[in-house]
T-cell receptor
Framework: DGGITQSPKYLFRKEGQNVTLSCEQN?????MYWYRQDPGQGLRLIYY???????QKGDIAEGYSVSREKKESFPLTVTSAQKNPTAFYLC???????????FGDGTRLSIL | KNQVEQSPQSLIILEGKNCTLQ??????????LRWYKQDTGRGPVSLTI?????NTKSNGRYTATLDADTKQSSLHITASQLSDSASYIC???????????????FGKGTLLTVNP
């Protein structure tokens, strides 16, 4: 079955540590996105990519970095510069921009 | 500022009953409006997407309506089931630069609990 796979489901970060969240899709979608979800808030866009080797900052990119070396993969790194990283992170993809997005099942990141 | 407001914040109903969730938006220029269902600890799943010219769209027991003049949408759930317990998120898309760029604004969601 086609879909989006995020791993790990749970992740813990120590102070000063960078961590990388994985996102893989086999839907042959061009566009991929990373969102952050906090309790009581709507999803907020971190980064998005419309094509391989190209990505754009979203509304809350500070303290995060991404890469898009392959169409299927869009990993997100939460750097030590992100002072409040505890959240639920969702990866999504769509065939083209402005098309309905398919979401993964998220990674919950916590601080040790 | 583009905003999407959903009401109520939470709702509890009995199994088998109907319910209606509301979404008001101030997003422009409007492109489309989407409803998603998000189960606890899972990613959102698309229910419907409506453009400016569409007033109603159904997906099984889910029916979404759109009034682009008043900038309001509703999601009606018929004959609710326990599995309908989830957060329902309204998302509005604004399109810019002749369609070459767009931005999504997410509502905070309505948490629906269906009790037996």
């Amino acid at each position: 079955d086609g879909g989006i796979t995020q791993s790990p489901k749970y992740l813990f970060r120590k102070e000063g540590q960078n961590v990388t969240l994985s996102c893989e899709q086999n839907l042959n979608h061009d566009a991929m996105y990373w969102y952050r979800q906090d309790p009581g808030q709507g999803l907020r866009l971190i980064y998005y990519s419309q094509i391989v080797n190209d990505f754009q900052k979203g509304d809350i990119a500070e303290g995060y970095s991404v890469s898009r070396e392959k169409k299927e993969s869009f990993p997100l790194t939460v750097t030590s510069a992100q002072k409040n990283p505890t959240a639920f992170y969702l990866c999504a993809s769509s065939m083209y921009s402005n098309q309905p997005q398919h979401f993964g099942d998220g990674t919950r990141l916590s601080i040790l | 500022k583009n905003q999407v407001e959903q009401s109520p914040q939470s709702l509890i109903i009995l199994e088998g009953k109907n319910c209606t969730l509301q979404c008001n938006y101030t997003v422009s220029p409007f492109s489309n409006l989407r409803w998603y269902k998000q189960d606890t600890g899972r990613g959102p799943v698309s229910l419907t997407i409506m453009t400016f010219s569409e007033n109603t769209k159904s997906n099984g027991r889910y029916t979404a309506t759109l009034d682009a003049d008043t900038k309001q949408s509703s999601l009606h759930i018929t004959a609710s089931q326990l599995s309908d317990s989830a957060s329902y998120i309204c998302v509005v898309s604004a399109e810019y630069s002749g369609g070459s760029n767009y931005k999504l604004t997410f509502g905070k969601g309505t948490l629906l609990t269906v009790n037996p």
